[in-house]
T-cell receptor
Framework: AQSVTQLGSHVSVSEGALVLLRCNYS??????LFWYVQYPNQGLQLLLK??????LVKGINGFEAEFKKSETSFHLTKPSAHMSDAAEYFC?????????????FGQGTRLTINP | KAGVTQTPRYLIKTRGQQVTLSCSPI?????VSWYQQTPGQGLQFLFE???????NKGNFPGRFSGRQFSNSRSEMNVSTLELGDSALYLC????????????????FGPGTRLTVT
């Protein structure tokens, strides 16, 4: 069964510093991977996704992620953090049952930006 | 295009009661999924509907049920509420032409926060 592990439930960085949020997956088939962001009192917003092809995926708000099969990782990065990036981030992997897709999420990483 | 809407946004119920939550997907989206989010268990898949048929169900008791209407709007119902049902319930819709193992983006609504006292 597919699963996702996010390393670090809380990450704190200074404004302007590199953001690195870690995600490792377990999948018996080629995975389809997603990063979502959740701002307070809101739903989830898709940042980026990896399906096939280029392993470096660019998303919205300056985020990108690299799919590394050998490391079973899909870490999310942003070169320079902004105050507006403070939110909770979820890594997810697709799995299918009876032809229907469902997302399996990691436990989330809360990102705090220090001024 | 309007996003996914969920009503109500907040709800307070008493143990033993039942509750119905509503989700209106993005226009043209025929697949609707429901997720439960709690601090302890995180985000967990409840069920998915496509063309009024439940195609996939998560590991939740039978008290949790849902349905989808011909206009793709969906409702989920929880009967005999327990304290542990307090959660944020998220609905997500997807544009899917044909059923099958396709990868499609799920667009989430703002959620309904249910508090059971």
């Amino acid at each position: 069964a597919q699963s996702v592990t996010q390393l670090g439930s809380h990450v704190s960085v200074s404004e302007g510093a590199l953001v690195l949020l870690r995600c490792n997956y377990s999948s018996s088939v080629p995975p389809y991977l997603f990063w979502y962001v959740q701002y307070p009192n809101q739903g989830l917003q898709l940042l980026l996704k990896y399906t096939t092809g280029a392993t470096l995926v660019k998303g919205i708000n300056g985020f990108e992620a690299e799919f590394k099969k050998s490391e079973t990782s899909f870490h999310l990065t942003k070169p320079s953090a902004h105050m507006s990036d403070a939110a909770e981030y979820f890594c997810a992997v697709s799995t299918w049952l009876q032809g229907a897709q469902k997302l399996v999420f990691g436990q989330g990483t809360r990102l705090t930006i220090n001024p | 295009k309007a996003g996914v809407t969920q009503t109500p946004r907040y709800l307070i119920k008493t143990r033993g009661q039942q509750v119905t939550l509503s989700c209106s997907p993005i226009s043209g989206h025929r697949s609707v999924s429901w997720y439960q989010q709690t601090p302890g268990q995180g985000l967990q898949f409840l069920f998915e509907y496509f063309s009024e048929t439940q195609r996939n169900k998560g590991n939740f008791p039978g008290r949790f049920s849902g349905r989808q209407f011909s206009n793709s709007r969906s409702e989920m119902n929880v009967s005999t509420l327990e304290l542990g049902d307090s959660a944020l319930y998220l609905c997500a819709s997807s544009f899917l032409k044909l059923p099958g193992p396709n990868v499609y983006e799920q667009y989430f609504g703002p959620g309904t926060r249910l508090t059971v006292t």
